[in-house]
């Protein structure tokens, strides 16, 4: 039921948006190496913290595993931080 209800997620929002006439917009973020050394790191990140952020964030702290909820508390440290830093530009 739950792939189900996402794909009409999806398709309905798009008929909804085609209806309404609103477009999306893309922002182009990063250039080439930008992306790539990004992606880089995020595969790094993932070996040295023994998995990935959502695995971390949905699993890990249902299972009230402290190494998950230290990681995911240091995610969303790094992002609120990283975001505040590009916001003063």
Do not use: P
């Amino acid at each position: 039921m739950g792939n189900n209800f996402y794909s009409w997620h999806y398709f309905a929002s798009s008929i909804l948006d085609f209806i309404t006439g609103n477009t999306i917009q893309f922002t182009e973020v990063a250039k080439g190496w930008q992306l790539y050394s990004a992606a880089f790191l995020a595969g790094i990140g993932t070996a040295i913290g023994s998995g990935c952020t959502s695995g971390h964030g949905i699993c890990g702290i249902s299972m009230l595993s402290m190494r998950s909820i230290m990681a995911v508390t240091v995610f969303l440290s790094n992002a609120i931080i990283t975001v505040f830093i590009i916001s003063l530009r």
